[in-house]
């Protein structure tokens, strides 16, 4: 199956990632569908999080395509580069929420660089966010520094919702959460993509997050794209390290997991 099609939301063609003499990506191919959930998973040094900012623009390729909404990113001006980047939604690693600013403020702050609402609209917008994010209203006046790890999860992903993005750039959110959190946000981020008609690239090692809300899955190894299919079909892969991944003990305990569920 092709990594790439001409509909692709993210399209990727031969993408290049080189750090000093570190090659990280060679000629790597990529495709997201409209509406689905990807799941990007590999090793460590795989490049899933260089390859997540090179698609939204914070690190630039040394060679290759990147395209989103059919729209070749490397040919945009400014002005359009931002409009593409008010369709995106980005959750980072660890929720990269300003320290100094309210968990309101932090959601305000995207709609605030907009300069075209009013301070009460802001507000109320913000509180709207904090809600689908499954927070409740008096976390809005807490700093990042008095909430729980679930809960600044929960935080980001409300701050990477305040544009009302179509498309969703999430890495590791369920890092560092208990079994029963990551449960609940994997649940969350299921009834928003319904809700909202969202397509989420989703970096994770979480083999119950892709069991239980991944459409599909695609595995970075050897500075590529190396399958990319529905789980089973990735999970069939004979390349060592996938076998090893999605058929060691955990690998069996989350498909173990996921079949009770859906039973």
């Not at 600044?152 to 009302?164: E, G, P, S, T, Y």
Request: charge should be neutral; proline fraction near 4%; include cysteine.
């Amino acid at each position: 199956m092709s990594a790439v099609s001409e509909d692709a939301v993210i399209r990727v063609r031969g993408l290049r990632n080189q750090f000093g003499a570190q090659v990280v990506h060679e000629n790597l191919d990529l495709g997201v569908r409209r509406g689905e959930i990807l799941g990007v998973v590999g090793g460590s040094g795989s490049g899933k999080s260089v390859l997540m900012r090179s698609i939204i623009g914070l690190n630039r390729p040394r060679a290759g395509e990147v395209a989103l909404f059919g729209e070749d990113v490397a040919a945009m001006g400014a002005d359009e580069r931002a409009r593409i980047d008010r369709r995106c939604g980005v959750l980072f690693q660890y929720g990269a929420l300003f320290s100094s600013l309210t968990v309101a403020e932090n959601v305000q702050a995207p709609m605030r660089e907009l300069h075209c609402l009013s301070e009460d609209r802001t507000a109320k917008l913000a509180a709207l966010k904090l809600v689908l994010a499954g927070l409740p209203a008096s976390a809005g006046a807490k700093y990042p520094s008095q909430l729980s790890g679930g809960m600044v999860k929960r935080a980001a992903l409300a701050r990477a919702l305040a544009l009302d993005p179509e498309l969703l750039f999430l890495d590791e959110p369920t890092a560092g959460l208990d079994p029963i959190g990551a449960a609940a946000f994997d649940q969350l981020l299921l009834t928003l993509r319904d809700a909202l008609g969202l397509t989420v690239f989703l970096i994770t090692h979480d083999l119950d997050t892709l069991y239980t809300i991944c459409d599909r899955v695609a595995v970075l190894s050897q500075r590529r794209v190396l399958a990319i299919d529905t789980l089973a079909a990735v999970a069939s892969h004979p390349d060592p390290w996938i076998q090893d991944y999605f058929h060691g003990p955990r690998g069996r305990a989350a498909q173990s997991s996921a079949s009770r569920t859906r039973t």
